[in-house]
């Protein structure tokens, strides 16, 4: 299972449509993601470019969402232009894309959630 980041749907209301709603809530197994990382917890006490290295080297595999969207500019008096803009990210709360880490999801019902 993944999960779809919103905006990389086709259609905007397609995720109207969907039964559950991603909060982004998340719980992590330390051990385990600093495995991924090639790392222990004595490494977090060490050097900055090792750690930076790490960070770059798993910032590589993970998925990247690029959306494009417009956006207003405003400027003097009440005048506007709109730009195409493209916005590119990678969620780093989800890992689900990497097949080196255990990911789970609880479902929720969306009536349960919003209480």
């Keep these: 299972m993944r999960l779809l980041e919103g905006l990389a749907q086709p259609r905007e209301e397609d995720e109207l449509k969907l039964s559950y709603y991603n909060s982004m809530t998340t719980w992590i197994g330390i051990d385990p993601l600093l495995k ?28 990247t969402y690029v959306t494009i969207k417009d956006v207003k500019y405003r400027w003097g008096h009440g005048q506007e232009d ?5 916005q590119v990210e990678k969620l780093w709360s989800d890992m689900s894309g990497l097949k080196d880490i ?14």
């Excluded at 991924?36 to 998925?63: C, I, K, S, W, Y």
């Excluded at 255990?102 to 209480?115: E, F, K, M, N, T």
């Design 82 to 86: 709109i730009y195409p803009v493209a």
């Design 102 to 115: 255990q990911c789970g999801y609880l479902a929720v019902p969306v009536s349960a959630a919003s209480r």
């Design 36 to 63: 991924l990382f090639g790392l222990t917890r004595a490494h977090l006490q060490g050097d900055d470019a090792l750690l930076a290295e790490a960070v770059r080297n798993v910032a590589n595999r993970m998925p």
